[in-house]
């Protein structure tokens, strides 16, 4: 009797930490207009066998909860990274004022989630009048307009830490597609089939496709970038931003990747 209860607690306790395995790993929901499940990892065994049962429960749970875990996550996250940045924000601010006149920090008009506009905070590495002549154009790795300095402060990405207080705000996520001006929305939605569901989910300080693909300069490269953008989007989930967090900052110290 008692090896049988033995037994039994034994598969029990096994089942539990399935149940708790396949929750953590199934923490996947995107931030749809939908309560359907559409960008679910595709069907597979084992979707199969949690698609019932205790563990489907664990599964839809975990799923209905990911944006409530996700802006948990965004706070922590974004709380810690902006106490630890000030220094480094207040340092590169002295030197932007020192090297070029007019204000350290600059505020743009990006789009959010839904299409909603908002104010996006960076630290200023070109000119005051860098689109004066141009209008609003894509910047390039080498451009002429940046200021001194400026290529180490882009390159190190700590022109993006004052994008923080965005996160706080409720207005970004840690991890998203990166948030683009409302001109360029509007033109890349006409040109680039799909473009527009990056606007499904919350814009991010950095993605996968910043990690993953070089600076953007032509309409190619943002066509590149945008399949980056829309696979996270279909298998987000707790792992994968936590992956992502973690290459941003290996790509930071490297000096590579996109922005």
């Known amino acids: ?7 039994f607690n034994f598969v029990v306790f096994f089942a539990v930490v399935i149940a708790f395995v396949f929750a953590v790993l199934n923490l996947c929901y995107a931030q749809t207009n939908t309560p359907s499940y559409t960008h679910a990892p ?6 199969l066998l949690t ?9 839809r749970f975990a799923r209905r909860r990911f944006l409530e875990f996700k802006r948990f996550f965004d706070i922590l996250v974004g709380s810690f990274g902006f106490v630890l940045s000030l220094p480094i924000i207040a340092v590169a601010a002295i030197v932007i004022k020192i090297v070029s006149p007019g204000p350290a920090f600059y505020k743009q008009e990006r789009s959010g989630l839904d299409g909603k506009t908002f104010y996006i905070y960076k630290l200023r590495t070109m000119r005051l009048d860098a689109e004066k002549l141009t209008g609003p154009v894509w910047a390039k790795l080498d451009d002429p307009r940046i200021i ?16 923080f207080y965005n996160v706080l705000r409720g207005e970004m996520s840690i991890v ?5 001006r409302p001109i360029f929305v509007k033109k890349l939605s006409k040109e680039i089939r799909g473009y527009e569901k990056r606007l499904e989910v919350k814009p991010g300080i950095t993605g996968l496709a910043q990690v993953r693909h070089k600076y953007d300069e032509t309409l ?4 590149k970038k945008i399949k980056y953008d829309l696979l ?19 790509v930071a110290a490297l000096g590579k990747g996109a922005r």
């Open 220 to 223: 190619q490269d943002v066509k």
């Open 51 to 59: 698609s019932t049962g205790l563990f489907g429960w664990l599964v």
């Open 1 to 7: 009797m008692k090896k049988i209860k033995h037994h």
């Open 232 to 250: 996270y989007i279909r298998k987000m989930c707790l792992l994968v931003d936590m992956r992502i967090l973690f290459q941003t900052i290996l």
């Open 148 to 163: 001194k300095f400026g290529k180490i402060i882009r390159k190190a990405r700590i022109d993006e830490l004052p994008q």
């Open 42 to 47: 595709e069907p597979s065994t084992i979707l």
């Open 176 to 180: 998203g597609p990166r948030p683009e």
